[in-house]
């Protein structure tokens, strides 16, 4: 999976989450908070990236990510490691 299904993955499941946004067009630089979603509904949205990518890692590897862009990079990376 390259890093652009990723963050297709990451759209997808925010859409799911938030289905308010699915007429959004999402770029990479978008934050998470800025498009309404709550603590409760970032960490569904990586519990559902990481799921579907069969990813088991701490959660505390993705702190201080700053937006949707480098949520859908360090999974990728992780995804090929």
Known sequence: ?????????VVRNICEVLPDLTEHSFKYDDRLVDL???????AEIVTMSLEALKLNIPRIELFG???????AQILYKKSQA
């Open 36 to 42: 309404g979603a709550n603590s409760i509904d970032r």
């Open 65 to 71: 990510v700053k937006n949707i862009g480098e949520l």
């Open 1 to 9: 999976m390259s890093e652009n299904e990723v963050f297709s993955l």
